[in-house]
Each structure stands twice: as structure tokens, then as C-alpha cells.
């Protein structure tokens, strides 16, 4: 059962609670001239997200298929997806493109840098490098740059089935699920590193309205002051180990 519900204009998160794991696997379509999907999700999600993706649009033409960084839950069902919608196009950083994309994916991908804009219409689109943040080399997020989304990936995983949207602060949250996946099989979820904290600080700059979160709730609110107090989070789930 996905649930759908708009978080932002015209940006659906369609989530799928597992509860073996009390986590959402969130997903996000853009309904626009070009629509765009923002994590093509596991492929046993698969055939519940094109029906859930069927209720907004015709999943045929679906244009860009982005995500974050190469792992299961953000690109495995890819090529379902390419198969699926013939004009979509894989859309990651160049650093993904590179080194997994073009050689797993069934149509080479955009890797996109800052300085490349990515429109689907009404909306506008920049993909920030973030490497090792959340995790993976090949790590980015996109930044809706019209109402000031942004994709976040696993930045603020929260563990629950918990509300589409929420105003209220996600730092506790996320700070109970990074010391739970620290004492488990899953420990080292996100590094810290000398660069964590400036790149949260210049993801913090851009002043999102809106955080896109992968697993949990997305926020509504002080998105800039949540990404700075975000590097202490790591650090501290990070160095606690
Ligand atoms: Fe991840
Ligand atoms: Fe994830």
C-alpha cells in the first residue's frame, strides 16, 4: 500500500511504510510538462509505485528518474523504470554516471554538475555534489530551485510510519534513529568527515522550504537551520561508535 500526498506544489511523496524495518521508503514525482521521479526505489517496489505513480500521470512519460546515490533503495528498479517510459532519461551525479550508471543502467545517465539547470517546465533543478554524504562516493541531492525544495535523500532518516508532512523539528528524531543504526548490524551509516559540516553549511545557504526526506516525515520550516544542526547529529552517532 503506497500512500500518496503532496508535500510542495506538485511534488507527491509516495511512500511505503515496511513495518519489519518501522521505515518509509519515500519517493517523490514531480507532475510537470516533464515529469520527474526522484528515487526509482527497490525493485520489489516497483510494481506499487507505477500504480501509485498511474493515479498522478501516465508512468510512460516519465522524463527524468533521479536519485541520489547507487544503492537499492534509490535506483534498483532503474531500468524497470527506462523500460517502462521510453524518453525517460537517468539523471545523477557525474561521479555516479561514471562509475555506475552507464555500465548498470540500460541508457546512459545525465551527470549533472552545480552549474547545469535541469527544467521539467515550471520547475528548475540543480544537483549538488555531496560525496560521502549521506554515504557513497557518487553522492548528491537536488535542489528545486522555483519553491526551494530539496531532495535529501537519507539526510534525517527517522524511523516510523510517521505524518506525510511535519513543522516540527526533525533533529531528535533523526538523532534516536542514527544512535539505533550505530549499535546495529547496519553501524557507519553516514561517515563524518572534514567536509561534512561545510557542505551541510552550503546546502544550508541555498535556505530550503522544503526538506524531501527519503525515510520519514518531510519538513516544512527552518530547512537551513536543520541542515547546520545536522553535522553535529553525524558527528556525534559517527564518533560514538
Ligand atoms: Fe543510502
Ligand atoms: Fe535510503
Redesign the pocket.
Known amino acids: 500500500m503506497t500512500s500518496i500526498h503532496e508535500i510542495a506544489p506538485d511534488v507527491f511523496r509516495l511512500s511505503v511504510y515496511v513495518p519489519a524495518f518501522d521505515m518509509q521508503f519515500n519517493h517523490f514525482l514531480v507532475r510537470d510538462e516533464q515529469p520527474l521521479l526522484f528515487h526509482a526505489g527497490l525493485k520489489a517496489m516497483f510494481p506499487a509505485l507505477r500504480e501509485a505513480v498511474g493515479q498522478l500521470i501516465d508512468p510512460a512519460t516519465l522524463r527524468h528518474i533521479a536519485w541520489s546515490h547507487f544503492?537499492s533503495?534509490?535506483c534498483g528498479a532503474l531500468n524497470e523504470w527506462l523500460q517502462l517510459a521510453p524518453n525517460a532519461e537517468p539523471v545523477c551525479t557525474v561521479v555516479g554516471k561514471l562509475v555506475s550508471v552507464d555500465d548498470f543502467a540500460i541508457r546512459p545517465a545525465r551527470g549533472l554538475t552545480p552549474d547545469d539547470v535541469l527544467t521539467t517546465g515550471r520547475y528548475r533543478y540543480r544537483f549538488y555534489p555531496s560525496p560521502h554524504i549521506p554515504h557513497g562516493w557518487d553522492a548528491g541531492v537536488l535542489f528545486e530551485e522555483t519553491r526551494g525544495t530539496l531532495f535529501c535523500?537519507?539526510l534525517f532518516?527517522h524511523f516510523g510510519d510517521v505524518a506525510p508532512v511535519t513543522n516540527s523539528d526533525l533533529i531528535e528524531p533523526t538523532r534516536r534513529a542514527m544512535r539505533q543504526l550505530q549499535q546495529g548490524p547496519l553501524a557507519g551509516y553516514m561517515p563524518y568527515t572534514k567536509q561534512t559540516e561545510g557542505v551541510l553549511r552550503s546546502l544550508a545557504a541555498l535556505k530550503p522550504k522544503t526538506l524531501a526526506v527519503?525515510?520519514g516525515s518531510s519538513y516544512v520550516g527552518e530547512g537551513d537551520r536543520l541542515l547546520r544542526d545536522l553535522a553535529g547529529v553525524i558527528r556525534d552517532s559517527f564518533e560514538g561508535a
Open positions: 544503492e533503495d534509490e535523500s537519507d532518516h527519503m525515510h
